[in-house]
């Protein structure tokens, strides 16, 4: 990298006296030919400039990693890319010099290999560390949770892995140990529109489901995910997952998500799935629709199914549908001041057991305001049945103010009132602050 | 049972992937026109001069919009999966949106780093670079420079280059036409430039303060000086201290202009304008931000005509 600065300084300064010098004789001769100069250094400019963007995009390319094995190819390519790029912008002579001291970098990161300096720096992931520290009053004998807890902390690493995939991986360090919450590899380039991930993944099941902790409006998750979808981890599992939008009548947005799992999934209280066997494999297909009914208010519907085998046995089944629906409004001129979000999730889960098959229903409402520029507030209301015991029923609410110092931290506090069957009340008071440090990857919509 | 329930949900996937195949229609691509999408407004236009009637050009942010916080919708991808040439900004404005768009769009021709992914920023010359570590403590910098680099007309000039030679290269049957489209564009520009310099010429070395730091390259151009930001750093919201320490700077160094994006909020400003006597302007920093303003030259007469009047109504 080193090399290619000084061999693009040495040209241009060796550019700079020739260009003078021929300034120098012109006006001598010819007094009125000022706009010939003005030209003359307006093209020395745009050369410098292009240079300089060149040099940008040189050490961009450093970043991007060269595939194995076929190294002089990809640089070569490199090359072959930035020259016509360059060629243009210096019209009258120079592009040869230029064009020969790209090559030369570009060789030079090709034998580099990303090993040495700053150029190793540039192959890092994103990486990025999200603090989740929560703080709960009230007493709840059925969910208790700890006073306080640094309850998780996320690290993300974030990639283009290669011009054909890239790579995410999220670890949860929790009170208990590390979790690989998310880990998966993305094939972007994939013919005929689809794209295909592979590892470990928060499966398209509904909305919630896919979304980390952090990016919840929340401090804790609705009560159907706790009783029906697994829990705080919900159905997250080691699989393939294809998706590809639909065509559909313009202006409606539509994708199909089909994913395959081991089968194991949810928290060791609430496992959702158990594979006892290596064909105990689960599924989830989602279905996406989607249309902007005005340039600031939208609608995103989603269907979702989903089917496994439960803790009873191979040949217990339990199967989830889910029906989501989000309806959003953010004026566009006034975007980060407000907006709203409206949301519900319905779940039924049908679940083979001794002696009788468990079918149950549970859903969540919620509404979050922005008030202004840092300040949310938000509410939730719970109902939702037993997954196991079909009878018992859960309800609750809450109430929740957030508030952002700036986009890389928030303090939240929820109210929560939960009425669990059999009449037990509980009235919680919970507080969330929440940092994020590094480069952490936008998230989907 | 165990084998049967294997094969269910095999058959699921499978049913699903075969969906998808039966509704796949061929894409209708009209006779090889280019499909350009972009970004902002701005690349948008300025693909527009050099693309004529070849290509067929859609922004993703409106010009009225904050470009760094657009909403990665999905109709976005409807888009983005059909695109040839994807146009960026780049310098991480679109940071914090694009790269899931780009991800979830399934079009591998647009994938970052592939033949159909443009960042235009390469062609531009880049202003405020931090030098040294750099912190969020300084709030949301943006590492590798300032990205609010379109409102110089040399630097207009050197992306629609840029774009042209790129059109050309994709579709080589139209290169001369490009070539010739930016040939006039340069030349419609210059004559402007003549224009607005000569407006401007009265006001070089006039101080401005501005809502965020999108101005450096206007400024630059124009001989203007940019004393200081209601922001107290970037992207973080004016506080009462700041916005006390800018007034008495506005009063000690005699600068009477506000300038404020269309996407933020006025009151701040509108009480600094009230304390220091100034005179609060809401500039176009995009195409779009207002109906009138359709395109790259009637961007820079519009901001022109308020400065200008702004200006010499502070005299």
């Known amino acids: ?61 450093q970043a991007a990693p060269v595939p194995p094995g076929a190294p002089e190819q990809a640089v070569a390519q490199e090359a072959a890319q930035s020259a016509p790029a360059e060629q243009a912008p210096a019209q009258p002579t120079p592009s040869p010099t230029v064009a020969a001291a790209t090559s030369e970098g570009g060789t030079q990161a090709g034998t580099l290999g990303g090993a040495g300096g700053s150029a190793a720096k540039a192959l890092n992931p994103d990486i990025s560390a999200i603090g989740d520290f929560i703080g709960v009053a009230g007493h709840n004998p059925v969910q208790p949770s700890p006073s306080l807890q640094m309850h998780e902390s996320e690290l993300g690493f974030q990639a283009i892995i290669d011009p054909y995939a890239r790579g995410d991986f999220f670890l949860s ?3 208990e140990g590390v979790n690989l919450e998310e880990g998966y590899i993305t094939f972007t380039a994939l013919p005929a529109g689809f794209v295909a991930k592979v590892g470990k993944m928060r499966s398209a099941f509904g909305k919630v489901n896919t979304l980390h902790n952090h990016v919840l409006p929340w401090v804790d998750r609705p009560l159907v995910t706790n009783n029906l979808v697994g829990g705080e981890d919900g159905l997250d599992d080691a699989g393939l997952s294809v998706e590809r939008i639909l065509p559909a009548p313009k202006g409606i947005f539509l994708e199909a998500t089909g994913q395959l799992f081991r089968g194991d999934s949810g928290d060791a209280q609430h496992p959702l799935f158990v594979s006892s066997g290596k064909s105990d494999v689960s599924a989830v297909g989602h279905l996406r629709a989607y249309k902007d009914l005005t340039e600031s208010t939208n609608l995103d519907f989603g269907l979702s199914y989903a089917r496994g085998h439960n803790d009873q046995g191979s040949n217990f089944l339990t199967q989830l549908y889910g029906i989501d629906a989000t309806v959003r409004w953010k004026p566009l001129r ?32 919620s509404g979050d305001y922005q008030l202004g520029r840092r300040w949310f507030l938000g509410g939730r209301f719970d109902r939702s049945s037993r997954s196991e015991f079909a009878d018992l029923t859960d309800q609750g609410g809450s109430v929740v103010l957030t508030y952002w110092p700036s986009e890389f931290s928030q303090v939240r506090g929820q109210y929560r009132f939960t009425r669990y069957a059999g009449n037990i009340d509980t009235h919680e008071l919970l507080l969330q602050l929440m940092f994020s440090l590094g480069a952490h990857g936008a998230h989907p919509f | 049972m165990k084998i049967r329930s294997t094969v269910r949900s095999f058959g699921v996937l499978a049913g699903l992937a075969l969906l998808a195949g039966m509704i796949l229609s061929p894409v209708a691509a009209e006779a090889k026109k280019l499909n350009v999408v972009t970004a902002t407004t701005d690349m948008a236009a300025l693909a527009q001069e050099v693309g004529g009637d070849k290509v067929s050009i859609d922004s993703i942010a409106k010009g009225y919009q904050d470009p760094h916080f657009v909403e990665a919708k999905p109709s976005f991808l409807l888009k983005l999966r059909q695109a040839d040439l994807l146009i960026v900004v780049g310098l991480q404005l679109e940071i914090g949106w694009l790269p899931p768009l780009i991800t979830q ?17 390469q062609f531009a010359e880049i202003l405020d670079v931090p030098q040294g570590t750099v912190t969020r403590a300084m709030g949301d910098v943006h590492p590798l420079g300032n ?80 004393i200081g930001y209601v922001e107290p750093r ?13 007034i008495q700077q506005m009063k000690r160094e005699n600068c009477r202009v506000v300038l404020v994006e269309p996407y933020f909020d006025l009151k701040t400003p509108q009480s600094i304008g009230r304390e220091a006597n100034a005179q609060v302007v809401v500039y176009l920093p995009s195409v779009g931000g207002e109906k009138q303003v359709t395109n790259y030259f009637e961007l820079f007469d519009y901001d022109i005509g308020l400065l200008t009047k702004a200006f010499s109504a502070t005299q």
């Open chain 2, 105 to 121: 769009s399934g079009n591998a021709r647009v994938q970052v780093g592939a033949n159909g992914y443009l960042d235009a920023s």
């Open chain 2, 234 to 246: 970037p992207g973080i919201p004016p506080t009462p201290s700041h916005t006390i320490e800018i």
């Open chain 1, 1 to 61: 990298m080193r090399g290619v600065f000084l061999f693009l300084v040495i040209t241009i300064l060796c550019a700079i006296p020739g260009y003078g010098q021929q300034a120098g004789s012109a006006p001598a001769s010819d007094q009125p030919d000022n706009a010939a100069l003005m030209q003359k250094i307006r093209d020395l400019e745009d050369r410098l400039v292009a240079v300089e963007g060149q040099l940008r995009v040189l050490k961009s390319q």
């Open chain 1, 173 to 175: 360090f929790g009170e």
């Open chain 2, 147 to 226: 990205p609010h680099y379109w409102l110089d007309p040399d630097n207009g000039r050197r992306i629609a280059r840029g774009i042209a030679n790129k059109f050309a290269e994709m579709d080589p049957s139209d290169g001369a036409y490009f070539q010739q489209r930016f040939q006039d564009f340069d030349k419609r520009l210059s004559s402007a430039e003549q224009k607005w310099n000569t407006e401007m010429k009265a006001y070089r070395g006039r101080k401005v303060v501005t809502y965020h730091r999108s101005f450096p390259n206007f400024a630059k151009y124009f001989g203007l000086e940019v």
């Open chain 1, 334 to 365: 006034r975007s980060i001041y407000h907006s709203f979000v409206g949301r519900g999730e319905f779940i039924w889960s049908q679940r083979q057991e001794l002696p009788l098959e468990q079918k149950a229903f549970g859903f969540y409402t």
